[in-house]
C-alpha cells in the first residue's frame, strides 16, 4: 500500500484546541484526516463559528 492510499484512510486523533492552535496547518499539508476530540473545556473554550471555520476548511481540504 502507498503512503497516499494509507492517508486517505487513516484518522489522527487530536482535540480541538491542538488541531487549532498547532497541528491544523500540518495535516492540511500532508492530508491527514483528524479525529477531532471534544470535552466540556473545549466546549466552553470555543464559539460555534469557530468549529464552524474548521470544519469548512476540512471539508474544502477533503477531510473529515
Same mark, same amino acid.
Given at each position: 500500500?502507498?503512503?497516499?492510499?494509507?492517508?486517505?484512510?487513516?484518522?489522527?486523533?487530536?482535540?480541538?484546541? &491542538?488541531?487549532?492552535?498547532?497541528?491544523?496547518?500540518?495535516?492540511?499539508?500532508?492530508? +491527514?484526516?483528524?479525529?477531532? $476530540? #471534544?470535552?466540556?473545556?473545549? &466546549?466552553?473554550?470555543?464559539?460555534?463559528?469557530?468549529?464552524?471555520?474548521?470544519?469548512? +476548511?476540512?471539508?474544502?481540504? $477533503? #477531510?473529515?
Amino acid at each position: 500500500m502507498d503512503i497516499e492510499r494509507l492517508k486517505q484512510q487513516a484518522f489522527v486523533c487530536c482535540p480541538f484546541d &491542538l488541531l487549532v492552535n498547532n497541528h491544523l496547518p500540518s495535516l492540511l499539508k500532508e492530508h +491527514i484526516n483528524p479525529e477531532i $476530540g #471534544l470535552n466540556g473545556e473545549i &466546549l466552553d473554550q470555543f464559539q460555534r463559528p469557530k468549529f464552524k471555520k474548521v470544519a469548512k +476548511i476540512l471539508k474544502k481540504e $477533503g #477531510l473529515m
